[in-house]
């Protein structure tokens, strides 16, 4: 007779590992980004997202009532342009 031990824990971390995957993935497709994705796509703080972003006129950026949105493709492509340029200087 064959016998099989299921580890409960371990199916549950896998199970829950791939749940976060997927949302992540779902996340990426998001258009509009709020001040807080925004901070977690650029891993900076929001202080350093005004400072360095904000002061600029040509971020993309739209504001709704008192709510900052932010488009995420026009973003990637600001901030690919910006490194660009940020490397030229260093």
Request: glycine share 2%; aromatic share 12%.
């Amino acid at each position: 007779m064959i016998e099989i031990k299921v580890d409960d824990e371990h199916f549950k971390k896998i199970y829950l590992d791939e749940v976060q995957k997927r949302l992540d993935k779902f996340e990426l497709q998001v258009l509009l980004l709020d001040s807080k994705q925004l901070c977690k796509m650029l891993s900076l703080s929001w202080p350093t997202v005004e400072k360095i972003f904000l002061s600029d006129p040509n971020f993309p950026r739209m504001r709704v009532g008192s709510k900052w949105l932010f488009n995420r493709r026009e973003v990637q492509t600001y901030i690919d342009q910006w490194s660009i340029q940020t490397r030229r200087y260093d």
